[in-house]
């Protein structure tokens, strides 16, 4: 099983860019290991194309799926913007499937240093649905969003935040 | 600037340390180092893990409840900043902190106390059963203590004029 799941995963990483090949290639190297016990732990990475997200607002968009990270080589992190197509969206909503939009990352499985040296991480990729200028599409947020989010500048966001992490 | 615990082991987690996690339900869990962290992502219990503080608190091995431990309860108000209770605050601290540490020595020691007559008594039995090991049954006879007969081993002084040039 092991076998065939790095096949797959590296017939991925030959389809994309060349310089995403070394962080699939550190996704194999981890994967072999993680078939192995039962417990499989997925090293967190960026949020790169392909990257599917949950969204977290009622803008009406349910999943989304990474188009493009703007700013950053390897991939957004938490508090970047990237742009993004809608997969799933709820019937009556703002945003309808394969619309393409631009998200804020709020909640990141990848671990962000914050200023006071320690390092914070959440349970799953999470965006919200912003347009170009940076407001929010919708109007309530949900679950626990991290205050590294004021230093870029989405008070809006911030302020919508039923826990500020 | 806040010293937090770490939720698996109970020790001080200083600024610039550690990894906290943020879960969904907003349940922030800080570890001190990544050895708590892994441990957590493996699901284990803190409360049966041996090392923690968390076992040791609940199987009585550390002491639970002093009069100490009621000065470093988390408290949400931040204190108008004045100089006089700040250096009264520091110095509390030390000697807090000596005061606790002692008691918990203290805790510990009574709890290892009893352990000496019950190796005492151990020891008395073992050596009546299995005496025959080191002494044979007719020596024991006439000698009826517990006590090994002395051996008397006999050098030559000729050999131990040697031994020195030898070397």
């Known amino acids: ?165 | 600037m806040r010293i937090e615990k770490c939720w698996f082991c109970s020790s001080t987690v200083y600024p610039g340390h550690g990894i906290q996690f943020v879960r969904n339900d907003a349940k922030i869990f800080r570890f001190c180092r990544s050895k708590c962290h892994k441990n957590f992502k493996m699901k284990r219990n803190p409360r049966k893990v041996k090392w923690t503080k968390a076992y040791r608190r609940l199987h009585g091995k550390d002491m639970t409840q002093d009069s100490t431990f009621e000065f470093e309860r988390k408290r949400n108000r931040p204190e108008r900043y004045d100089r006089n209770l700040t250096e009264n605050t520091l110095k509390a601290i030390k000697t807090i902190d000596k005061v606790r540490s002692r008691r918990e020595a203290k805790h510990i020691e009574t709890r290892k106390k009893g352990k000496k007559a019950q190796l005492m008594r151990e020891a008395v039995k073992e050596l009546e059963q299995s005496i025959s090991l080191v002494k044979a049954p007719s020596v024991l006879k006439e000698d009826k203590s517990y006590t090994l007969p002395k051996i008397k081993v006999k050098v030559s002084q000729a050999e131990a004029k040697n031994q020195p040039m030898e070397e």
């Open chain 1, 1 to 165: 099983m092991a076998a065939s799941l790095a096949s797959k995963w590296s017939r991925v990483g030959r389809s994309f860019l060349g310089g995403l090949d070394h962080k699939l290639s550190g996704f194999l190297s981890t994967s072999h290991e993680a078939c192995s016990n039962s417990f499989s732990q997925q090293r967190s990475t960026f949020i790169q194309m392909r990257t599917v997200l949950k969204v977290v607002d009622n803008s009406g968009a349910k999943k989304v799926m990474c188009i493009q990270a703007l700013k950053g080589k390897k991939g957004a992190r938490l508090g970047d913007t990237i742009v993004a197509s809608v997969k799933e969206a709820h019937p009556n909503g703002k945003v309808k499937k394969g619309k393409v939009v631009y998200g804020v990352v709020v909640r990141a499985a990848m671990q962000r240093g914050r200023c006071d040296g320690s390092e914070v991480k959440f349970d799953d990729n999470v965006v919200v649905l912003v347009d170009k200028q940076g407001q929010p599409i919708g109007t309530r947020v949900f679950g626990p969003i991290p205050h590294e989010l004021r230093k870029k500048k989405h008070v809006k966001i911030l302020t919508l935040a039923k826990h500020i992490a």
